[in-house]
């Protein structure tokens, strides 16, 4: 069993240590667990700036709990702010999202929707007969899950987003686990559509990007 509470800074790293694709390396006093499909790490515990600059050399996203360690990377840093919802009763009642089903996917998100695809029921917004928005669950732990949309450019500022992650958390609640929404202080749609979504932060953690 994962050493670390269940918590939304975690969800990822319980999400990781249930994968059988994912790895763990111990670090000193602390560990990292990642995932090289999705190009994740997650660093946790007592480390080392030595042990981050190393794993930084790898071509994933990092995720640390504390600033410093993230400047240590060498990688442009960024806070994400944690959000949980605390009265999922009142997420907004809209209709129009519905599973994807098995489906081509759109060129500009195959490779992510495919892996998606294998882990939890992605939920859909059609235009014009084509699937245009999506919301999955790409990591899960014991009771939690994280909240991912994407939207095809076409089809931004239509509103979809809502739609479909009110469908996913609601698919998702109703199998006992709460839903957690991060996303980067720059990410301002995304911080917007959380708070119509009824989500309140409660936490961050340091993202560290990857070498472009």
Same mark, same amino acid.
């Given at each position: 069993?994962?050493?670390?509470?269940?918590?939304?800074?975690?969800?990822?790293?319980?999400?990781?240590?249930?994968?059988?694709?994912?790895?763990?390396?111990?670090?000193?006093?602390?560990?990292?667990?990642?995932?090289?499909?999705?190009?994740?790490?997650? @660093?946790?515990?007592?480390?080392?700036?030595?042990?981050?600059?190393?794993?930084?050399?790898?071509?994933?996203?990092?995720?640390?709990?504390?600033?410093?360690? !993230?400047?240590?990377?060498?990688?442009?840093?960024?806070? !994400?702010?944690?959000?949980?919802?605390?009265?999922?009763?009142?997420?907004?009642?809209?209709?129009?999202? @519905?599973?994807?089903?098995?489906?081509?996917?759109?060129?500009?998100?195959?490779?992510?929707?495919?892996?998606?695809?294998?882990?939890?029921?992605?939920?859909?917004? +059609?235009?014009?007969?084509?699937?245009?928005?999506?919301?999955? !669950?790409? +990591?899960?732990?014991?009771?939690?899950?994280?909240?991912?949309?994407?939207?095809?450019?076409?089809?931004?500022?239509?509103?979809?987003?809502?739609?479909?992650?009110?469908?996913?958390?609601?698919?998702?609640?109703?199998?006992?686990?709460?839903?957690?929404?991060?996303?980067?202080?720059?990410?301002?749609?995304?911080?917007?559509?959380?708070?119509?979504?009824?989500?309140?932060?409660?936490?961050?953690?340091?993202?560290?990007?990857?070498?472009?």
């Amino acid at each position: 069993m994962l050493a670390l509470p269940d918590v939304p800074r975690w969800v990822e790293a319980h999400g990781i240590a249930a994968d059988p694709e994912g790895w763990r390396e111990e670090l000193g006093g602390g560990f990292a667990l990642g995932h090289d499909r999705a190009r994740l790490i997650v @660093v946790a515990g007592e480390v080392e700036t030595e042990d981050v600059r190393r794993l930084a050399a790898r071509p994933h996203v990092i995720l640390v709990e504390r600033e410093e360690l !993230a400047r240590a990377t060498g990688r442009p840093v960024e806070r !994400a702010i944690l959000h949980s919802l605390p009265d999922p009763n009142a997420l907004p009642d809209y209709e129009g999202a @519905v599973p994807l089903g098995d489906g081509p996917l759109p060129a500009a998100l195959a490779d992510e929707l495919a892996w998606a695809r294998g882990r939890s029921p992605i939920w859909s917004a +059609w235009v014009d007969g084509e699937p245009v928005c999506f919301a999955y !669950a790409p +990591w899960r732990s014991a009771g939690l899950f994280d909240v991912s949309v994407d939207t095809l450019p076409g089809a931004r500022q239509m509103g979809l987003a809502t739609v479909v992650a009110a469908a996913m958390i609601r698919d998702e609640r109703a199998q006992g686990r709460e839903p957690v929404w991060g996303a980067n202080e720059s990410n301002v749609a995304s911080l917007r559509l959380a708070k119509r979504l009824g989500f309140e932060p409660v936490d961050e953690i340091w993202v560290c990007a990857p070498p472009s």
